[in-house]
């Protein structure tokens, strides 16, 4: 077993604190990374709180995880020693369903490995990136493009894919006029990647401070959904609405501003639920869809595709002594766009 420094939450709701575990030692297909980077997802926040239930303590959380090599298995082909690398929110799945072998790990029908919060087959609990090493299977490892700062590749890791699965998956493009609403970690990151994709793209925030912001990352508009004539303004405006917000607001009020044939796409999770209204989407065969991250090779996919278009995550490298503050400003709003925790600091 190797030694591991971390933070964890021992408990809900408790503050993170310094934590001493072991990882398993490195197997024939297994990947040893040292980690150098690791950023701070709001997930992170519901599950050390246990906000969606299920959460496993103590728990050290984190699954937006750059690092470097330190050493391979016997049977690793794919990486060597000093290779930069990625891990993301989830280290396995069980590679024989339907979804694992068309390369939608995150949709296994077993469930996929959380990075943090789960169990793996020997039922050990697994511990995410806010620590000093981890070991993962080299397929589920991705590999960090030389263009592309680990600081800034860090939230890729899952704020780009989760905005960039969608994106693909639904062929939004050039011609197609998209609705961001929420300028956040995720917001932030769907602007430079449908910009990046041709798509003309318009903000939609409750805070005035974010408009020049996301112009300066891309978008043609913004609107603040603090006034009421902006759902009157841009009714049946968009092709595709990408809703990043993880606060409880009426969907209702934004499928009105999908055209016809229009979807209406969720990757924000609420902590309460929304009642919905049938005729807005009857009435103009409009859609609600949901998605969740992207598999390995869409992950590297998009790795790939930022690095070529220059697309990092902007943010706010902090020590690990920082992170119950960083929380708390998550929290309020107060992070242009996302932390990123610098585990030399930890050491």
Request: glycine content about 10%.
């Amino acid at each position: 077993m190797l030694p591991t420094k971390g933070y964890a939450a021992m408990t809900a709701k408790a503050a993170l604190q310094p934590f001493s575990f072991e990882r398993r030692d490195v197997g024939p297909h297994d990947v040893l990374i040292t980690i150098t980077h690791c950023g701070i997802c709001h997930s992170d926040i519901h599950q050390a709180r246990d906000e969606w239930g299920g959460s496993i303590f103590p728990m050290v959380p984190g699954h937006e995880i750059v690092g470097a090599v330190a050493r391979i298995g016997s049977a690793v082909s794919k990486f060597k020693t000093s290779d930069c690398v990625g891990v993301g929110c989830f280290v396995d799945s069980c590679r024989t369903c339907a979804a694992c072998r068309e390369g939608s790990e995150q949709y296994c029908d077993a469930g996929m490995l959380l990075t943090y919060s789960g169990r793996d087959k020997d039922g050990r609990p697994t511990q995410g990136g806010y620590s000093t090493q981890i070991v993962v299977d080299e397929n589920y490892v991705l590999r960090i493009p030389s263009a592309l700062s680990p600081a800034g590749a860090a939230p890729l890791l899952c704020a780009g894919i989760t905005t960039y699965s969608p994106l693909r998956h639904w062929g939004v493009g050039k011609y197609h006029k998209l609705a961001v609403v929420g300028l956040g970690g995720l917001g932030h990151m769907a602007v430079k990647i449908a910009k990046a994709m041709g798509t003309e793209v318009t903000v939609l925030s409750t805070s005035e401070k974010k408009r020049h912001d996301a112009i300066r990352l891309g978008a043609t508009e913004f609107a603040l959904t603090t006034q009421q004539d902006t759902f009157t303004r841009l009714q049946r405006r968009f092709d595709f609405i990408l809703d990043t917000v993880s606060a409880s607001h009426n969907y209702n009020e934004y499928v009105n501003l999908l055209k016809t044939d229009g979807t209406m796409i969720l990757v924000g999770v609420p902590d309460k639920p929304t009642l919905l209204e049938p005729f807005p989407l009857i009435l103009h065969r409009r859609r609600i869809a949901g998605s969740v991250i992207g598999g390995i090779r869409e992950t590297q996919a998009m790795l790939d595709f930022c690095a070529m278009h220059n697309i990092e995550s902007d943010v706010e490298v902090i020590p690990i002594q920082h992170v119950n503050e960083a929380y708390e400003r998550v929290l309020k709003g107060d992070v242009r766009f996302r932390f990123v925790i610098d585990l030399a600091s930890l050491t």
